[in-house]
């Protein structure tokens, strides 16, 4: 698979973080990272997750 060496992530932004298997959710802009690889960017309503101060549940559903 031919992936990119990593990215930087702006708010928003769904990744796969290669070294550790997880997926990201990126609430607000960060900087370059080593194996981020971009899937997606949330398009709406991330304004919201970075406002939470404490625990949250979030639901992910597909679009239609």
Same mark, same amino acid.
């Given at each position: 698979?031919? /992936?990119? /060496?990593?990215?930087? !992530? @702006?708010?928003?932004? @769904? !990744? $796969?973080? /290669?070294?550790?298997?997880?997926?990201?959710?990126?609430?607000?802009?960060?900087? $370059? !990272?080593?194996? @981020?690889?971009? @899937?997606?960017? #949330?398009?709406?309503? #991330?304004?919201?997750?970075?406002?939470?101060?404490?625990?949250?549940?979030?639901?992910?559903?597909? /679009?239609?």
């Amino acid at each position: 698979m031919d /992936a990119p /060496a990593g990215t930087s !992530a @702006l708010a928003g932004d @769904l !990744a $796969y973080c /290669a070294p550790w298997g997880n997926l990201t959710v990126s609430y607000r802009d960060s900087g $370059y !990272a080593t194996g @981020l690889v971009e @899937l997606g960017h #949330i398009d709406s309503g #991330i304004e919201t997750v970075a406002e939470q101060r404490d625990d949250f549940t979030v639901t992910n559903q597909a /679009a239609d």
